[in-house]
């Protein structure tokens, strides 16, 4: 379990677009324009197996209850190499979204395109993007990491998520992600 920290894209970077298979879905081929909320849209690089994925999936779960009828959509894109990694195949994402009971889309990046236009390095790593589809967050979901013993809050997306509904700026200190890095073929 390697500890590895997101890169933090630039704010204000547009959302690089993009158009995956979501294998819940058949595979049907889902793009950025078609699964973005209407006041903001947090994508999500994760994966299957990762234990900082599975220690926050449920609070993950319940802020997507929360705040997607607010109009705020989460995206998930897996972009592991499956050949090394089998457990984060497409077949192995549906049984997990089944699992884990989440809701939001689930996507596939089998040729890492997407997660490199991103600059993403980890799994968990959150991007949060505005109505205009302009990066006003990045970083992690909250102090909580496997074995600190800090509660799972969701605290860090919450105040971003707040900010941006409620039209206030974004807060200027934004702690990287951490969590295993993602598979590269």
């Not at 997990?96 to 089998?110: C, R, V």
């Not at 992690?140 to 600190?148: E, K, L, T, V």
């Not at 997306?157 to 900010?163: H, R, S, V």
Request: glycine residues 4%; negative net charge; contains cysteine.
């Amino acid at each position: 379990m390697a500890n590895t920290p997101s890169n933090m894209l630039a704010l204000g970077t547009r959302a690089p677009f993009f158009e995956l298979p979501n294998p819940s879905h058949s595979n049907e081929i889902q793009s950025l324009e078609d699964l973005k909320g209407e006041k903001g849209t947090l994508v999500i690089f994760m994966c299957n197996h990762c234990p900082f994925v599975l220690h926050v999936i449920d609070k993950l779960t319940e802020l997507y209850e929360d705040y997607h009828t607010q109009g705020i959509e989460f995206i998930a894109i897996n972009a592991n190499d499956i050949e090394k990694y089998p457990a984060d195949s497409p077949e192995k994402m549906i049984e997990f979204q089944i699992e884990k009971k989440f809701e939001f889309p689930y996507l596939f990046d089998e040729s890492q395109a997407v997660a490199k236009a991103y600059d993403a390095a980890c799994t968990p790593d959150f991007y949060f993007f505005d109505e205009k589809l302009d990066l006003v967050y990045r970083g992690q979901m909250d102090d909580s990491r496997p074995g600190n013993q800090k509660e799972i809050t969701g605290e860090d997306l919450i105040i971003a998520f707040e900010n941006l509904l409620s039209g206030n700026p974004q807060e200027e200190l934004q702690k990287p992600s951490m969590g295993c890095n993602i598979k590269w073929k």
